[in-house]
């Protein structure tokens, strides 16, 4: 694994328009930057970070069995007991899942670790399976890249595939906050891929979601909401007011309401204790635990939380990076033994790896200065060298 400077293409900002990718820059700030791309073997693809994604998602699904079964586990997941019920009948009835991410810490010389698992409400989504994938095609074409390069990537084929396997009988509807722009645009690309796998599809901001006098949630039109494909966290699901209908609303959600059970830093000591010594797992426990004693160089996670906001990370015995955020509030916490990012003059990278219909299938990859991996952090793409251009 390499982080390796390369030209970027002169119109790309043009191409990024042309193809609908308006979050490029946000804040005043490159987000995606194709000054360089991650170089790996092929070896390195398909054993350290492929084989384990799958074996980490296996353990997930193992996880959520057994979360369902026991109303403790339940609630040290973070789900309310009055929702504890239908989520567990989500899973009975194995609704439909179509996507997650793992975040894994991996630098090339030892196994991947898992870092958490955002099996809810994955972004970047759009920048891994399809704008990379621009790149490498256009630089392959303008020799800019040697013959033979690659890229782990079939996530948009796996996502037609995974919405095709969806029943297209009703409407599928498409929510998230229409005022977050990076959301839109991750949304608008998830129903393009259902568009092509033969769905009609609506969007509607989650803000004019209405329902009817029986709570089945509706449209603009007064149209029943059947299926409803989202980018909006079921913890927040389960604190609106309006979250107490979903039950009985009739609704199918994707994802589901089970996903909410792996979508948490919880899972991350409950894995542990479940495979201690697994070389893909770090040791982790619940803050209090008298185990927690024994980290050390440890990451105090809050068991909610996006885009970095409320981590901090301490070393030899003192916090040497925290970030802020609106998640301080939380009745349970998650310390995990620190691990060392890839890392570059330029900052630390995080392979995010893609698990789309239940398998893993490509990744993209974020750098910041920072050791966490925030909302601006960086997307570069990546690219696996054929042998002989190693």
Not at 107 to 124: F, H, I, M, R, S
Not at 157 to 162: H, N, Q, S, T, V
Not at 259 to 285: E, M, Q, R, V
Request: aromatic share 12%; net charge negative; with cysteine.
């Amino acid at each position: 694994m390499r982080r390796l400077a390369v030209e970027e293409r002169p119109d790309w900002q043009e191409t990024a328009s042309r193809y609908g990718f308006q979050f490029h820059h946000m804040y005043g700030q490159k987000y995606w930057d194709e000054s360089a791309c991650f170089a790996f073997t092929l070896e390195e693809i398909e054993r350290d970070i492929e084989d384990p994604s799958r074996e980490l998602h296996a353990m997930c699904l193992d996880l959520v069995e057994r979360a369902v079964a026991s109303e403790e586990t339940m609630a040290r997941l973070g789900v309310p007991d009055r929702f504890r019920d239908y989520v567990a009948d989500t899973w009975r009835r194995r609704e439909p899942t179509v996507f997650g991410r793992f975040d894994l810490a991996y630098d090339g010389t030892g196994p991947a670790k898992l870092l958490e698992y955002n099996a809810d409400t994955p972004t970047g989504l759009y920048e891994a399976a399809f704008f990379q994938w621009i790149w490498l095609d256009e630089m392959k074409r303008l020799g800019r890249l040697p013959p033979g390069t690659d890229q782990f990537n079939s996530i948009q084929e796996r996502l037609i595939a995974a919405y095709d396997a969806l029943p297209k009988r009703s409407i599928l509807h498409f929510t998230t906050e229409a005022e977050n722009v990076e959301d839109v645009g991750t949304i608008t690309y998830m129903m393009d891929c259902a568009s092509q796998a033969g769905h009609k599809i609506v969007f509607i901001d989650i803000a004019d979601i209405g329902h009817d006098i029986q709570d089945r949630f509706t449209d603009l039109e007064d149209r029943v909401i059947d299926v409803l494909s989202n980018i909006y966290p079921w913890e927040w699901f389960f604190a609106d007011p309006f979250g107490e209908k979903i039950p009985r609303s009739g609704t199918r959600f994707i994802e589901p309401a089970w996903k909410a059970l792996i979508s948490t830093k919880a899972i991350l000591p409950l894995l542990w204790d479940a495979h201690p010594g697994h070389p893909n797992l770090l040791p982790a426990f619940f803050e209090g635990d008298p185990r927690a004693a024994g980290l050390g160089d440890h990451v105090r996670k809050p068991l909610f939380s996006r885009e970095g906001a409320n981590i901090t990370l301490v070393r030899d015995g003192r916090v040497v990076e925290s970030v802020e955020g609106p998640y301080a509030d939380q009745p349970s916490w998650v310390l995990q033994q620190a691990t060392h990012l890839f890392r570059s003059p330029f900052g630390h990278a995080v392979v995010g790896s893609w698990i789309v219909g239940d398998q893993p299938c490509g990744i993209g990859m974020r750098e910041d200065a920072s050791a966490i991996t925030m909302n601006l952090s960086r997307f570069v793409p990546h690219v696996i060298l054929a042998e002989d251009a190693s």
